[in-house]
């Protein structure tokens, strides 16, 4: 069990997209944060965060959050980190946070990693969030848990500062099993709404009036909300690169392996995202999932800007 947080003392690694805001809404709200992150321009416009000049300078810190695009880049950045505790062990109760999407097992199988290099004394979580850009700004994010019952309660304070929902999903994997059931649902029904929007307008239909229509029916929903506009105006300045929708998915079908439950849509989807990919569109936004369907229609009607 972690010790209830009461120094406020938070590692952040990874100023991102995603991690800026989330290590700047920790700052604002009294925690004392020192993050590390690979390009030092982000600290210019960042208050009130301090800068490491190694992960490994994160090694006392009673908390150490993890926001990077996936496992192997937190592994690489962690690897000084786990030295420094191999030949000095941390405080007891010292959390290390995975906040990214990634793979249940891998998270699991670092975590007896982590357990080992440091003695016994440090303990990963995965909390993996939802909500975009947005929602990091915001605070409001949706955060899923997989820990302990009495790592949760330790950590819940801190991640309430970044998220509105934050629940614990079950022991460590069980956040990264629930994002990728999240990522499943958001990757298929942007999909579903591109092909929507592609096949409207190719008819003479006008893609934002059909989307004001559904977003009134048993079709409106959280997704598209917040992708229809971009899906519409064919707006594809990332928010968050579309590639990692391809990863994602990717942990959706080893999981369903592992369990033997069927994923069809998960299938389907993940070839279209790997065919998004190979169009070169994998740095824009996950909405340009609608530009790699008119590529791949017969006719040449619907055409973008994908800047």
């Not at 998220?163 to 999240?182: E, F, H, I, Y």
Request: charged letters at 15%; a negative charge; aromatic letters at 4%.
């Amino acid at each position: 069990m972690l010790p209830t947080m009461t120094s406020k003392r938070v590692g952040f690694v990874g100023l991102g997209l995603m991690g800026a805001p989330m290590a700047s809404n920790l700052a604002a709200a009294g925690w004392n944060v020192t993050a590390w992150n690979r390009s030092e321009t982000v600290f210019e416009g960042l208050s009130g965060v301090r800068r490491a000049a190694a992960v490994a300078e994160l090694r006392d810190e009673d908390t150490i959050i993890f926001m990077l695009p996936d496992l192997p880049f937190i592994e690489e950045a962690a690897a000084d980190l786990l030295e420094s505790w191999r030949n000095k062990a941390p405080r007891p109760g010292t959390a290390v946070v995975i906040m990214s999407s990634v793979s249940p097992t891998a998270v699991q199988l670092f975590g007896e990693t982590v357990h080992q290099a440091s003695g016994g004394n440090a303990a990963v979580v995965d909390a993996p969030v939802s909500g975009g850009t947005a929602g990091a700004q915001r605070g409001s994010l949706a955060i899923m848990v997989g820990a302990t019952e009495g790592q949760f309660e330790a950590l819940q304070p801190l991640l309430e500062t970044m998220g509105t929902t934050v629940r614990r999903m079950g022991p460590l994997g069980s956040g990264s099993l629930a994002k990728a059931c999240n990522q499943l649902i958001v990757g298929t029904t942007t999909a579903a709404l591109a092909e929507a929007a592609e096949l409207a307008e190719r008819a003479g239909m006008d893609v934002e009036a059909l989307f004001e229509v559904l977003s009134g029916g048993l079709a409106g929903s959280r997704v598209l909300e917040n992708v229809g506009p971009r899906l519409a105006a064919k707006d594809y300045a990332p928010t968050g690169p579309a590639k990692f929708m391809h990863k994602d998915l990717g942990f959706v079908l080893t999981s369903a392996q592992a369990v033997g439950s069927a994923v069809p849509m998960a299938s389907a989807a993940i070839d279209l995202y790997a065919e998004l990919k190979r169009q070169g569109l994998g740095d824009h936004d996950l909405a340009v999932v609608r530009q790699t369907i008119a590529n791949l229609s017969l006719s040449p009607a619907a055409t973008s800007n994908s800047n």
